[in-house]
């Protein structure tokens, strides 16, 4: 079992539809990435959080570290949401680079 | 725009040979992290470089190494490069170890 996993796979919406893409994870973590990766491979950092609720744009972020869950959600969706989003997340110990990733969200948002 | 500039973006190199791959962070960033992503796959923890000093490693064997240097740029050097090296290689850059990650576009390594 992966230490991080993600929910769905994949995912196809609508414009304007409200999106929720879900991240689990099992082990003892300092912080929790929300990343959006584009067709030709570059990352964005979209969020950092260790508790609580972040928002920005359309995009909000939460996380619930008793059930070492997040959840990423897209509000009013659009074509240019279409992307894969990981997960990752910075051990409690050690290295914090040392990210452990999920395998990714594929969104695809048509018209 | 991140600020993180990978360079080359695409490289082919044949097996057996060694690579060199560039990465210029955010002035002020002292950290920068590599990764290797195989297709299909999330990316794996190369290492962390800290002020020019790796100080975190992930499981890849000793031909995997680095730089970083003074002026925020640093490099990943891969010796005696087998197919199974070909991915998407990304840097990350911080301010400090414990702060938000900013990535390059990658540079995506074919070996042949």
């Known amino acids: 079992k992966n230490e991080v996993e993600q929910s769905p796979q994949n995912l196809t919406a609508q414009e304007g539809e409200f999106i929720t893409i879900n991240c689990s994870y099992s082990?003892?973590?300092?912080?929790l990435h929300w990343l959006q990766q584009h067709p030709g491979g570059g990352i964005v950092s979209l969020f950092m959080?260790?508790?609580g609720k972040k928002k920005h744009g359309r995009l909000i972020a939460t996380i619930n570290i008793q059930e070492k869950h997040s959840s990423l959600h897209i509000t009013a969706s659009h074509p240019r949401d279409s992307a894969v989003y990981i997960c990752a997340v910075a051990p409690n110990t050690g290295t914090a680079s040392k990210l452990t990733f999920g395998t990714g969200t594929r969104l695809q948002v048509t018209l | 725009e991140t600020g993180v500039t990978q360079s080359p973006t695409h490289l082919i190199k044949t097996r057996g040979q060694q690579v060199t791959l560039r990465c210029s962070s955010q002035?002020?960033?002292?950290?920068v992290s590599w990764y290797q992503q195989a297709l299909g796959q999330g990316p794996q923890f190369i290492f962390q470089?800290?002020?020019?000093?790796?100080?975190g490693r992930g499981n890849f064997p000793p031909r995997f190494s680095g730089l970083q240097f003074p002026n925020y740029s640093s490099e990943l050097n891969v010796n005696a490069l087998e197919l199974d090296d070909s991915a998407l290689y990304l840097c990350?850059?911080?301010?400090?170890?414990?702060?938000?990650?900013?990535f390059g576009q990658g540079t995506r390594l074919t070996v042949v």
């Open positions: 082990v003892g973590i300092s912080a």
């Open positions: 470089y800290y002020r020019e000093e790796e100080n």
């Open positions: 959080l260790s508790s």
């Open positions: 990350a850059s911080r301010r400090d170890p414990n702060t938000e990650a900013f």
């Open positions: 002035s002020g960033h002292n950290t």
